[in-house]
């Protein structure tokens, strides 16, 4: 048993909390009453009750009692007065007798209360969560970030706690999508599987995540359909018409377009492009997998005209857009799409930005002899086939230059006069 000390008085503890320790950055004070009870007056003047007390007493082998000693906080003083501080002492050493490790039990509590909190938390605050933490704005992808979750997924997994979302929570969500709205669909889906994962981290939860593409959630999902609406293109014998008007545009996205004219690349891809994935000495644009769709690597050839409007333009840092706004950040797809729609309703054709890749494929297709592979390649499309994709290892990028070097000069030559596909045969009610 620890040896009893004398039973201060309220006075006599007052006191004590004027004697600050000289060397030690804190000293102990037994201020009896309860066996084990010191007060712990710091240099701070800080005062804290503890009680030191012998945990799990046994007797050994040899015949000697072996113990773990514990210093349990009791709290602070004068907030805890020296009655209640001695009456919760005397809680806890009943509880020692009783076998119950208190500093233990607190820390079982705190580990319940805790995973009790991640238990209660719903969806709806997982994605309150991952916009904090991934600092969703109110840019143009933040809106669209919030504005997919909220129209699909909160309506119906806003209120349920994350660790009771399921496989078939998910297919409720995209079933009603699946078929009709395909892409944002899997926008959705993949936004869900982001969510949950950032919350299952911060909130140290091991399970599998159920927004995760998968067998399972494959078969609660019906097949989707390959028909689909297709982007709006120009035919090939106006590009260089197209060309000459667009290059009479005062418009900071015009040389962004006439680059995605050239490369055949898609306009994220050359919104966001920086100087670091150039390399003029090469005449090569190598885009890293993680702004591409498929997710690997993808390289282009530069020919002739792309060097030049890239020559064109002020040289920027690495980590600088190649084609900035007047404020210098990355232009917008929506940018280049306002140019290419504008110059080809001025045509009278409606023209997408996206559709100047179904242009070059198309050209390819019908004014070239280059094989399928080479054309799909050019554009980062994925070989269909299987058998023909595991044989084929490599990008075809010397075949590929030959390809753009060619386009290039198509696009430089003017469309014969008379020509079906001519302004003066519109203008002659041709078409």
Not at 198 to 206: G, L, T
Not at 293 to 321: D, F, N, Q, V, W
Request: charged share 30%; hydrophobic share 40%.
């Amino acid at each position: 048993m620890p040896r009893t000390a004398r039973e201060l008085k309220p006075l006599e503890v007052r006191r004590l909390t004027q004697k600050l320790p000289e060397s030690r950055p804190f000293n102990y004070f037994p201020v009896g009453g309860t066996p084990g009870l010191l007060l712990r007056v710091a240099k701070t003047g800080a005062c804290y009750w503890v009680l030191r007390i012998a945990i799990g007493q046994k007797t050994t082998n040899t015949g000697k009692r072996a113990s773990r000693r514990r210093d349990i906080g009791l709290g602070s003083y004068p907030e805890l007065s020296l009655k209640a501080a001695r009456d919760l002492a005397g809680v806890k050493r009943s509880q020692v007798r009783d076998g119950i490790d208190p500093v233990e039990e607190r820390r079982s509590a705190k580990k319940v209360l805790k995973t009790n909190a991640a238990q209660l938390m719903s969806f709806a605050d997982a994605v309150a969560l991952a916009r904090e933490m991934e600092s969703i704005g109110e840019d143009k992808a933040g809106k669209a970030w919030t504005y997919k979750l909220e129209t699909y997924a909160i309506p119906i997994l806003g209120h349920i706690p994350i660790t009771k979302i399921e496989k078939d929570h998910i297919a409720e969500v995209l079933l009603p999508i699946w078929t009709i709205k395909t892409r944002t669909a899997k926008d959705v889906r993949k936004l869900i599987e982001d969510v949950l994962d950032r919350a299952f981290a911060a909130r140290n939860i091991n399970r599998n995540n159920p927004a995760r593409w998968d067998k399972l959630l494959r078969q609660r999902l019906p097949k989707e359909t390959k028909k689909g609406t297709n982007f709006p293109a120009l035919p090939f014998s106006l590009i260089s018409t197209f060309l000459t008007k667009l290059r009479t545009r005062p418009d900071t996205a015009a040389p962004a377009v006439e680059f995605v004219i050239y490369t055949g690349a898609r306009s994220g891809e050359v919104c966001g492009a920086t100087w670091r994935e150039i390399d003029l000495d090469r005449k090569l644009w190598t885009i890293p997998a993680a702004r591409m769709k498929k997710g690997e690597e993808h390289r282009i050839h530069l020919s002739t005209p792309a060097m030049t409007i890239l020559k064109a333009l002020p040289r920027g840092g690495l980590e600088e857009p190649i084609f900035p706004t007047a404020t210098g950040k990355h232009h917008q797809d929506a940018r280049l799409s306002k140019v290419a729609r504008e110059i080809g309703g001025a045509m009278g054709y409606k023209v997408t930005i996206h559709g100047f890749r179904a242009t070059l494929r198309t050209w390819g297709e019908e004014e070239t002899e280059y094989p399928e592979p080479i054309l799909e390649m050019a554009l980062a499309h994925k070989i269909e086939d299987a058998v023909k994709a595991a044989y084929q290892r490599g990008d075809l990028l010397k075949k590929r230059r030959a390809l753009l070097d060619d386009w290039a000069a198509y696009c430089g030559k003017p469309a014969p006069k008379g020509d079906l596909f001519t302004l003066e045969g519109l203008a002659n009610g041709k078409m």
